[in-house]
Structures are given as C-alpha cells and as structure tokens.
C-alpha cells in the first residue's frame, strides 16, 4: 500500500431513543415489534398528512453536534431528498442538506490526530427490507414500523488512512452519544450504522476521481474488515492501469468482501429543496447556550479526572469510563467511605467485573471490607509453616535467592495453602523474605 494512499470519510446513522418518531406520534420503538403496526398517515407518506417536526430530537442532535465541538446553525432547515426505494414511501426523505443543525467539528483520537466532522444533521429513518421465500418463491416485505424513526446522520471529513483509526473513532462516536443519553446506539438492533466511503490516491492530500461506500455495516469488526477488502480491491483495479467504479456496495460477512449495490449518487442527483411543510427552525444564543450546559462531562475529560482525582492508572481509569453509569457507580461509591482508598475500590470492581445494576455501593463496600478482615496467628505457629515450606521447596528458595521474584510469590502460596485460613498477607511475606535471607 506504500504507492497509493488510503482515503476514508465516514458517515454514521444513529437512532434516538425518543419515544416518538421525528413527524408524527408514533411510538419509535419498533423493535421486535409486529410489521406495520406503529404506522399512521404521516409516516406512511399517505396525500393530505403533514409532518410536524419531534422538538426533544432536534435537541438531542444539537448535544451531538456540541460534544463533537461543531458550530450550531441559528437558522437551519430541513429539505427534501428525493429518491425512489421501496422502504421510502412518500418517494423523498425528509433530511437536511445546507443548513444542517450542526457542523466543523472535531473528534480528536488518543494518537492526536484530528479528525473533522462536516455535518450533524437530522433525519427521517426508512422502513426496512427483509428477502424471504414464501411457498417457494422468492419475495421482498416491507415494515413501516422504523419508518419516520428520528435519525442523527454524523459525517467526517476523508481524514482517514486506515481502518484501526475508524474503529478507534466509532467506538468513541457510540460512547459519546450514550454519555449524552440520547441513544443507545446497539448495532445489533440497527441503531448505529456505518457507511465508510473509501478511496485510494497516489497524491496525498489529493481527492481521486472516485470513491466507494459500504453501505449499513452494523459492527465496528466488519467495518475494519470491509475497509481493508475494499483497499485491496482498489489496489488490484489501480495495477491494472484502470480506474474504480464510483458505486455504492454492500458488505456480506460470510464470504468476507464486498459486493455491488448500484452506482453512486451525487447530491445532485437527489434534487434536494427545501421542505415545504416545516417552517425553518431558528435557535437563539440563549437556547444553544442551555443544551451546552446540559452536556454532560464526556469520557475523554472524565478519563483524566479520574487519573488525576483518584490517582488511578491510565487502564483503570479508563475501563471505568467507557461507561458512564459505571464512572458513576464508582465515584458513588468513592465517596461513601474514607478508610478505602479509590484505587481498591477501582480494583475490585474491574477485577471482579462486579455488576453495578445487581450490586449496590453499599453492597460492594460490605464486600471489600469483609475481605479486608483477617484472622489472628501465633508467631510460632507461623514460623512452622514458613520452616516446612522452605524445607518442601528447596528450589524455589533457590531461585528467589537467584533473583527470581516470582519464586517468592510461589513460596507465599505454598505457605497461605497451609496456614487455611485467611491471615495478613504482608506480614507472612516479611516474615518468609527474613526467614530465606
């Protein structure tokens, strides 16, 4: 890949968990949920039926677009992106195309380096397909149900040149609107999905001629693997003196590649005008200013407090911040108590993948303190068991006088095995550390 550059855009679909669609009072929760059963005039694009517009999903995408430091239009729109699918009824998507409520920003990824966000916009979600065979035929059904579903489209610049740095920037993108408590963001159910637009160029810094989308990929592993099958085809094409189509595809796991949807659409070909039915959404300073307030601390700043705060490591600090009722959970925790420190209340709840939806603080801390407390030994009874497990293991003694550090913490088992009862760890080591020097 040294004579050609990897050049990667993203754009990324997540839904809202509010409880009504984007346009109409349907309930968005659709999942597993019979066909066309959460539908009405508006959704189904019936003549006559206008679409009023969700305010909290507005809100929501505006949090999005303020954690990933985007300037917020104070006048946008939304407009009419016209395409016929069988999933879109009406035969246009309400979208939003030069005035989006959100745009340049920023996601930063922890090697540094910037990656920028051209838009955040709001849309309508489709109905979906499924392919079956009924009575031996093949046939395509719709559900309406996610229809008019309040869609959040995020877009990057092609900032990209290599697929471990998309992974690295939606895992990120999901953490961060599941912080902000807008969505869910479970791929499996088809709430996040990833279109990486991919291209290669022998001139950095140059855009080629063409670029391919992978379409609706619903795991960050098949998105890294999508990416570099596609840079590979590109490759071959390239070294054959030809140029790639510039297509839409698909991903299919099974085999392991890409495969051809159609060719690829220029906004253009979308004829794009502005929605006649909604009224352009004006927000004042006042209103941007109190949905900033309202973002909550996200992970990337969390993660240093804890480090600095907690005087945790960098791993623990951030394992605990990947999520944000866990980051919660142990400073709920912390601060319940003075006699145990952050570090082995962060310790214990990593190490023992402790469950903070089953456990509560007080729980947790009623565990850390009984296993804190220890049983009484006689001195002599002590200095037995060190005698026979030196005499036991002569060459384990052997190799801690060598210098093997792990033969001591070999000798200490040995010796906790035979006390059978759970006594102060430190004072056995002191003393079995005295008894072989």
Same mark, same amino acid.
Request: aromatic share 8%; hydrophobic share 35%.
């Given at each position: 890949m040294n004579?050609?550059?990897p050049i990667?855009?993203?754009?990324?679909?997540?839904?809202l968990?509010?409880?009504s669609?984007?346009?109409?009072g349907?309930?968005? !929760?659709y999942?597993?949920?019979?066909?066309?059963?959460?539908t009405?005039?508006?959704?189904l694009?019936?003549?006559?039926?206008?679409p009023?517009p969700?305010?909290?999903?507005?809100?929501w995408?505006v $949090?999005?677009?303020?954690?990933?430091?985007?300037?917020?239009n104070?006048y946008?729109?939304f407009d009419?992106k016209?395409? !016929?699918?069988?999933?879109?009824?009406?035969?246009y998507?309400?979208? /939003?195309y030069?005035l989006?409520?959100?745009?340049?920003?920023?996601?930063?990824l922890?090697?540094g380096?910037?990656?920028?966000?051209?838009r955040?916009?709001?849309e309508e979600?489709t109905g979906?397909?499924?392919h079956?065979?009924?009575d031996?035929?093949?046939?395509?059904l719709i559900?309406f149900?996610?229809?008019?579903?309040?869609?959040?489209?995020?877009?990057t610049?092609?900032?990209f040149?290599?697929?471990l740095?998309?992974?690295?920037y939606?895992?990120k993108? /999901?953490?961060?609107?599941?912080?902000?408590d807008?969505?869910n963001a479970?791929?499996?159910?088809?709430?996040?999905?990833?279109?990486?637009n991919?291209?290669? %160029? %022998?001139?950095?810094?140059?855009l080629?001629?063409?670029?391919?989308?992978?379409k609706?990929?619903?795991?960050?592993?098949f998105?890294e693997?999508?990416?570099?099958?596609?840079?590979?085809? /590109?490759?071959?094409?390239l070294e054959?003196?030809?140029m790639?189509t510039?297509? %839409?595809?698909g991903?299919n796991e099974d085999?392991?590649?890409?495969?051809?949807?159609?060719?690829k659409?220029?906004a253009?070909?979308?004829?794009? !005008?502005p929605e006649?039915?909604?009224?352009?959404i004006?927000?004042?300073?006042d209103?941007?200013?109190?949905?900033q307030e309202?973002?909550?601390?996200?992970?990337?700043?969390k993660?240093?407090?804890?480090?600095?705060e907690?005087?945790?490591?960098?791993?623990?600090?951030?394992?605990?911040t990947r999520?944000?009722?866990?980051?919660?959970?142990?400073e709920?925790?912390?601060?319940?108590?003075?006699?145990?420190?952050?570090?082995?209340i962060?310790?214990?709840?990593?190490?023992?993948?402790?469950?903070?939806? $089953?456990?509560?603080s007080e729980?947790?801390?009623k565990?850390?303190?009984?296993?804190?407390?220890?049983?009484?030994?006689?001195?002599?009874?002590?200095h037995?068991f060190?005698?026979e497990?030196?005499?036991?293991?002569?060459k384990?003694?052997a190799?801690?006088?060598?210098g093997?550090e792990?033969?001591?913490?070999?000798?200490l088992?040995?010796?906790?095995k035979k006390?059978g009862?759970?006594?102060?760890t430190?004072?056995?080591?002191?003393?079995? $550390?005295? $008894?072989?020097s």
């Amino acid at each position: 890949m040294n004579k050609y550059t990897p050049i990667i855009g993203l754009e990324v679909h997540v839904e809202l968990k509010t409880k009504s669609k984007m346009f109409c009072g349907c309930s968005a !929760f659709y999942f597993g949920e019979k066909p066309n059963t959460h539908t009405c005039p508006v959704c189904l694009g019936l003549p006559g039926a206008l679409p009023v517009p969700n305010k909290l999903a507005i809100e929501w995408c505006v $949090k999005i677009a303020l954690a990933l430091h985007c300037k917020i239009n104070e006048y946008s729109k939304f407009d009419r992106k016209n395409y !016929f699918y069988p999933d879109l009824a009406k035969g246009y998507q309400i979208s /939003q195309y030069d005035l989006p409520f959100g745009e340049k920003g920023l996601v930063e990824l922890k090697s540094g380096k910037r990656i920028g966000i051209t838009r955040v916009h709001m849309e309508e979600d489709t109905g979906k397909l499924s392919h079956q065979e009924i009575d031996g035929k093949k046939v395509s059904l719709i559900d309406f149900n996610r229809s008019g579903v309040p869609l959040v489209e995020i877009v990057t610049e092609p900032d990209f040149d290599n697929a471990l740095d998309v992974k690295e920037y939606l895992e990120k993108l /999901q953490q961060i609107v599941r912080y902000l408590d807008v969505a869910n963001a479970d791929m499996e159910k088809g709430e996040m999905r990833l279109e990486p637009n991919i291209s290669l %160029t %022998t001139t950095p810094g140059k855009l080629p001629n063409y670029k391919v989308e992978v379409k609706n990929i619903n795991s960050f592993k098949f998105v890294e693997k999508a990416i570099n099958f596609e840079l590979k085809r /590109q490759e071959k094409i390239l070294e054959n003196g030809e140029m790639p189509t510039q297509e %839409t595809r698909g991903w299919n796991e099974d085999k392991g590649r890409t495969f051809s949807q159609r060719s690829k659409e220029d906004a253009h070909d979308y004829r794009y !005008f502005p929605e006649p039915d909604i009224p352009p959404i004006v927000m004042t300073k006042d209103e941007i200013s109190k949905l900033q307030e309202e973002v909550p601390e996200l992970p990337d700043k969390k993660l240093v407090r804890f480090e600095k705060e907690y005087n945790l490591p960098e791993y623990n600090a951030e394992i605990l911040t990947r999520d944000k009722l866990l980051a919660d959970y142990f400073e709920e925790t912390v601060k319940k108590v003075k006699d145990i420190d952050a570090k082995t209340i962060a310790n214990w709840i990593i190490n023992k993948k402790v469950d903070y939806e $089953k456990v509560s603080s007080e729980e947790l801390l009623k565990q850390i303190t009984a296993s804190k407390q220890v049983a009484a030994i006689d001195e002599n009874e002590l200095h037995k068991f060190i005698n026979e497990v030196i005499k036991e293991n002569d060459k384990a003694v052997a190799d801690y006088k060598n210098g093997k550090e792990a033969s001591l913490m070999f000798l200490l088992g040995q010796t906790m095995k035979k006390i059978g009862k759970k006594v102060d760890t430190n004072r056995v080591l002191d003393a079995l $550390k005295k $008894k072989i020097s």
